[in-house]
């Protein structure tokens, strides 16, 4: 997908672009102090994340702007997650790309990605550091919930949310 406006490009990922997006997250990650055990910041495929996004019931999603890499985003059926749920995951963006509508475009493309792959909800994990994204999330529809969901390990990602991708539109949210 090409945004004539601004030249960004969401694709999905590639084998070359494993380094480049496991150093954007982990750069975010050390922005807002939360690069630490228990995030993705430590998670052992950050590096195979082209690898890691072959599974079935997967995909994962780059923003690039001029050959560079700006943004990443994906779901995956992360393990002990109920039936039709898979998990929003390491959505981060570049500081220089936020609030440029990157974001939507990732998020989008995972809404759709997750519906082609017939999940009904939607499933992500953060951290009140990243407050902002908390405020984008909610703007799409995600809820609260007051316990984890699944086992993805992120032992210090202590908020979790929720979203039905049955009963929203992807457009009714995102006037940011």
């Known amino acids: 997908m090409i945004n004539s406006a601004n030249k960004i490009i969401i694709r999905p990922i590639l084998e070359p672009d494993n380094n480049a997006v496991a150093d954007l997250i982990k750069e975010v990650l050390r922005e807002h102090r939360v ?3 228990g995030t993705a910041f430590a998670d052992s495929s950050l ?3 082209f690898e890691t ?3 079935v019931g997967s995909a994962y999603f780059v923003a690039e702007d001029g050959g560079s890499i700006i ?3 994906g779901i995956y ?3 002990g997650l109920p039936a ?3 998990e929003l995951v390491k959505l981060y963006l570049h500081r220089k790309s936020r609030e440029q509508g990157t974001g939507i475009k990732l998020i989008r493309a995972c809404f759709s990605a997750a519906r082609d ?3 009904t909800h939607l499933y992500l994990e953060t951290m009140p550091e990243l407050n902002k994204a908390i405020r984008f999330y909610e703007r799409f529809g995600f809820k ?3 316990h984890p969901l699944g086992q993805s390990g992120h032992f210090n990602c202590n908020i979790w949310m929720l979203r039905d991708l049955n009963n929203q539109s992807d457009n009714e949210n995102d006037k940011l």
């Open 117 to 119: 792959a017939g999940y």
């Open 144 to 146: 609260h919930l007051t």
């Open 71 to 73: 943004g990443g985003g």
């Open 35 to 37: 690069d630490k055990p």
């Open 77 to 79: 059926p992360t393990p």
């Open 53 to 55: 996004f072959r599974q």
């Open 84 to 86: 039709g749920y898979c």
């Open 47 to 49: 590096h195979q994340l």
